[in-house]
């Protein structure tokens, strides 16, 4: 089953822009990490936000994390075309480096 | 560094066939992962390699097999092919094993079709 779940499922922008998709999960995590999937590639590391902390930045993006709620949010900044892509949330439970991923957002940047 | 390279990308079997999916990393990584992605869906773990000479099932490992060949090398078996098994296959891996530095490394994907 799905550790963690998206939302929304799809999202549509307009270049300049700012993205935010959440990220819900069922379980006690030690960190939580964000990935991109271009179409047909395979997914590519984005941040980390280990469980003690609340807030990362890296670049255009800033993502949070709330233990109590059990979520998660990541936010694109000023959103370019090259941001068209689908985002998945992956969660370490701290079980031999297993990740555990979403269903994922899928972002539309339009010029 | 060629990361994680995976063969071979596409590839169209009959019911009940059998093949084995190759995926090798440079990087010297200590756990290896494979994963199928389904349409519209994210990820699930069929078998995982947490060392060399160990492996472990995943969420989906029923009609697969895996070898941890060496360090460097993880491979996927289907002994005998079901349309159930039409999907994309990743192969990844990550350095340490410990929560603090486990960002996962992908390969480009097998796209497997049964028919």
Sequence with gaps: SQQGEEDPQALSIQE?????MNCSYKTSINNLQWYRQNSGRGLVHLILIRSNEREKHSGRLRVTLDTSKKSSSLLITASRAADTASYFCATDTGTASKLTFGTGTRLQVTL | NAGVTQTPKFQVLKTGQSMTLQCAQDMNHNSMYWYRQDPGMGLRLIYYSASEGTTDKGEVPNGYNVSRLNKREFSLRLESAAPSQTSVYFCASS?????????????????????
């Design chain 1, 16 to 20: 300049g822009e700012n993205a935010t």
């Design chain 2, 95 to 115: 350095g340490s094993g410990t929560s603090a530095h486990n960002e996962q490394f992908f390969g480009p994907g097998t796209r497997l079709t049964v028919l």
